[in-house]
């Protein structure tokens, strides 16, 4: 058995800039199944036949600005759009080609469940939310021997603080994004807080 792929643009559904999602159509021995591929476009930049992208030229670069103003993807964008096309391609027919390597008769849900699990995320997301206060925790745990009580108390005051801070601003405090203007603004909340 070998699939049937073909993208199309789902006209049914729009978002606010005009751009609609493009989806995969896998067709195995009479199944059909629908995939997302998370790809937004104008109508305009889609050719169905050659199941491309088109060519953002002047001339289409123009037109597409007077009928859907400024916010358009830029060619890199249009490139990377592609090779995830082609990447869709390729997992496809690697997950067909597994299956038959096996010798597992398989259907049109089962290449889809496997597209979805290569899909998913191989590295860890940490929780960013927690990551600041833990590096607190750990200054105090490995200096509690070596620090004076009161040089401590000043951290577990810090954590607090930025707790509070975090609660009434409903940001999410990461460390990589401590710069001059969360460190302005958390200052302006020690300040005018009660």
Known sequence: MEATLRFELRLDT???KGEHPLILILRIAGQRK????G???FPELWNNE???INN???KLKDFLKKKYGGDLPTKNELINYQETIYGLKNQVAGIESRFDYDGVTYSATMVVEALQKTK???????????LIYDLID???KENEHTRATGS???YKTLKRHLQNYQATTKLVIRPDQLDHAFVQSFQNFLINWE
């Open 34 to 37: 629908k995939v997302a591929t």
């Open 138 to 140: 750990k200054y105090i």
């Open 152 to 154: 401590l108390k000043v």
């Open 39 to 41: 790809i937004k476009l």
């Open 50 to 52: 050659s199941q491309q």
């Open 56 to 58: 953002l030229t002047t």
């Open 120 to 130: 998913t995320s191989k590295v860890k997301k940490e929780d960013g939310a927690n």
């Open 14 to 16: 729009v978002n606010k």
